[in-house]
């Protein structure tokens, strides 16, 4: 399929006073027309400032985009002027965010927030956006969208307001619709609607969406690409289906298993990845994962594995082959020795 | 009402002390407290200040026995006062036959349109210019700003207004020295014609007297957009793709102007207090003059009646900041 976005070996870093913070190290990745792919990963490994810098909507300063390309619809993003740009964002990137409770602007009619981009983009009048609202509500499923298009935010629960980001996020029919743990502030029963949601509005619509998550129970059902980052690194990327069943570096393994089963009773105790990301301030020149890998050798506090391909469309940054069995029992062996 | 009357009593001296050669005779200075009713007992010269003396006549009539009814049924026919509660302030003691109502009225106005236009100026000047010091944060313009917003707070206006008659008026003779330009009678009992005769006389008053207004909202404004600028719905009004001047405007200002609106309860009563030096610094014929005049003159009903006027002042200015609030934030509802 053809490709939308090509990411090449984008660099954001963040000047404070403390020192450098290397918050995205070099990534780069691909999104086909019409694809979902999720970018999982836990807090502060760079997820969101990397879909971010996409669009250059990092605080500038102290962030600063120093490397890369970023390659949409035939022009580098990142080349453009911030006039150019605005007319991609929002209108053919949109982006919709984690915490729906301060993401809309309280003193505005949710009305008027999702008008003003119609207006902007499509150049369309008054009437004619309040109408598109109107339907876009009752896409994401608002009951009595044309009575609320008044409602200031407040008065909206939270699920209700992540709808709204949603319309506002897809009102000029984005061809990358980008949603930064979308899910992350809401009640389970919620998210699961949410996803839900998203998913079928993409059925109906077609666009890609760049689906940010720290939750890899979610990803399993929507997305269909999984690229796993770690310290401001990718380091897997796989088919969604790759990922459950053949994890290649031992970070993803690591986040497998402490997804809670219920499938599996009480037999099964959750193992978490022990230890703490590293400091960003400060990258040695070695895995970042090492510190807190079972598998680690000496190799690893020597060099940064680069990402090399496993298998089709599965890549890994590992020096050690984890789905060789011999690996996985010595790696057992010493996981004993040290309870022991 | 009742603090400010018997506080101003409790003070030494009367309103007809007068050493020296200005002193009056016995008998005249009695025959003035007497119509005065300033022989009276000084909870039935409350009464008949709030109520009338009619009033406190009728009650002594009806029950003789009150301890100080028998000064009261002597006097009370002269009739000075119809009592607060109907609208009169009584009359002047020091401004023979003159009325407070006659005197505020004549003065009050004029206050008004030096301390409106004066919290007016401060809003025009400090919103765009905290504005601007917010979005070119850590500038030069940003430190011009502040600069000029400390100089602004610590500058009194009893220094700043002579400063500036000697620059603008003595040594470059733009505007008037002094008085005011207005003539009554005045739209709305306050507005008056816009001559250029009025504001040039206007200029340098309202200068003086509002550019601590501009140096405290210009902080406020910078301080609150700054934070409003983090925040989340901006970020989302950017991913929207629009351009910075309607993020500012429609996204930014009207959130960071909620502890603007605050403080402009406080503010003017500061502009209050800062129009007696104001206006006797420019030799404008407001209320401000007859408030300390009357105090060293312990003429008590101008003292009483101009205190009551600017506590309603007052109570209506943060009844307006009120309403402001809720039609800034769609949070706040009144009930």
């Not at chain 1, 298009?149 to 709204?164: A, E, I, K, T």
């Not at chain 2, 300033?38 to 009728?58: I, M, N, R, T």
């Not at chain 2, 002594?60 to 301890?67: F, H, N």
């Not at chain 2, 009646?305 to 509802?333: C, E, S």
Request: net charge negative; glycine share 8%; hydrophobic share 45%.
């Amino acid at each position: 399929m053809a490709k939308l976005l090509e990411v090449k070996n984008l660099k954001t870093q963040f000047f404070t006073q403390d020192g450098v913070v290397h918050a995205v190290n070099g990534i780069s990745y691909t999104v086909d027309k019409g694809e979902t792919v999720a970018i999982v990963g836990e807090s502060g490994c760079g997820k969101s400032v990397g879909v971010m810098s996409l669009i250059r909507l990092i605080p500038q300063p102290p962030g600063k985009i120093v490397d890369g390309e970023v390659w949409f619809d035939g022009q580098d993003l990142l080349k453009l002027s911030e006039d150019e740009l605005r007319h991609v964002r929002g209108n053919k990137i949109a982006m919709i965010f984690q915490d729906p409770m301060t993401s809309l602007n309280p003193v505005l009619t949710i009305g008027r927030q999702i008008t003003e981009a119609l207006e902007l983009h499509l150049g369309m009048n008054r009437e004619q956006s309040r109408k598109r609202a109107v339907q876009l509500l009752e896409m994401v499923g608002i009951p009595g969208a044309e009575s609320r298009l008044d409602d200031y935010p407040h008065q909206f629960s939270g699920g209700m307001r992540q709808r709204v980001m949603i319309a506002m996020g897809l009102s000029c029919d984005p061809q990358l619709l980008i949603a930064d743990e979308p899910t992350t502030a809401l009640d389970v029963t919620i998210q699961a609607q949410i996803v839900d949601l998203v998913a079928n509005l993409k059925e109906e619509l077609g666009m890609a969406i760049i689906w940010i998550t720290h939750d890899l129970g979610v990803v399993a059902g929507m997305a269909e690409r999984v690229i796993v980052m770690y310290a401001g690194f990718i380091i897997e990327e796989a088919p969604v289906d790759q990922i459950y069943t053949n994890p290649r570096h031992p970070y993803t393994l690591g986040l497998l298993r402490s997804i809670p089963r219920l499938d599996l009773g009480r037999q099964k105790r959750l193992i978490p990845v022990d230890g703490l990301p590293p400091d960003l301030l400060d990258l040695p020149n070695q895995c970042p994962f090492a510190p807190r890998c079972t598998f680690a050798i000496d190799r690893c506090w020597q060099e940064n594995p680069p990402l090399e391909v496993v298998g089709p469309g599965h890549t890994a940054a590992c020096w050690v082959d984890i789905s060789d069995v011999k690996v996985q029992i010595l790696a057992e062996e010493d996981a004993n020795k040290e309870a022991a | 009402m009742l603090t400010v009357f018997s506080m101003m009593r409790a003070l030494p001296g009367g309103p007809f002390d007068f050493e020296g050669d200005k002193s009056l005779a016995k008998a005249v200075t009695d025959n003035l407290e007497r119509r005065h009713h300033l022989d009276w007992s000084e909870s039935w010269q409350f009464v008949s200040y709030v109520l009338g003396d009619d009033v406190a006549g009728a009650v002594c009539e009806t029950i003789p026995s009150i301890p100080g009814c028998d000064k009261v049924l002597d006097g009370y026919k002269a009739g000075v006062s119809r009592g607060v509660i109907r609208g009169d302030l009584g009359m002047a003691m020091r401004q023979r036959g003159r009325t407070i109502n006659g005197i505020i009225g004549e003065s009050f106005p004029v206050s008004l349109q030096l301390g409106l236009m004066a919290i007016g100026f401060g809003l025009l000047t400090g919103i765009p210019l905290g504005t601007i010091a917010a979005l070119k944060q850590n500038t030069t313009i940003d430190y011009a700003a502040s600069f000029f917003a400390v100089l602004g707070l610590s500058v009194p206006s009893l220094v700043l207004g002579p400063v500036l008659i000697w620059i603008f008026a003595l040594k470059l003779g733009w505007f008037p020295v002094s008085t005011w330009g207005a003539q009554p009678p005045f739209f709305l009992g306050f507005i008056p014609a816009p001559t250029k005769d009025f504001f040039m006389h206007a200029a340098l008053p309202v200068t003086a007297l509002g550019l601590a207004l501009t140096a405290s909202i210009a902080r406020l404004t910078r301080a609150s957009l700054l934070q409003v600028i983090g925040e989340d719905y901006i970020r989302t009004a950017r991913a929207k793709g629009l351009p910075q001047s309607t993020l500012i405007v429609r996204h930014a200002l009207r959130n960071s102007l909620i502890p603007v609106v605050t403080i402009l309860g406080p503010l003017t009563a500061s502009v209050v207090t800062g129009s007696f030096v104001t206006e006797f610094v420019f030799g404008i014929p407001g209320m401000g003059k007859h408030f300390i005049t009357s105090i060293n003159n312990r003429d008590y009903s101008m003292i009483s009646g101009v205190t009551l006027v600017y506590a309603l002042l007052l109570v209506i200015a943060n009844m307006i900041v009120d309403i402001m609030y809720a039609w800034l934030d769609p949070r706040i509802k009144f009930e």
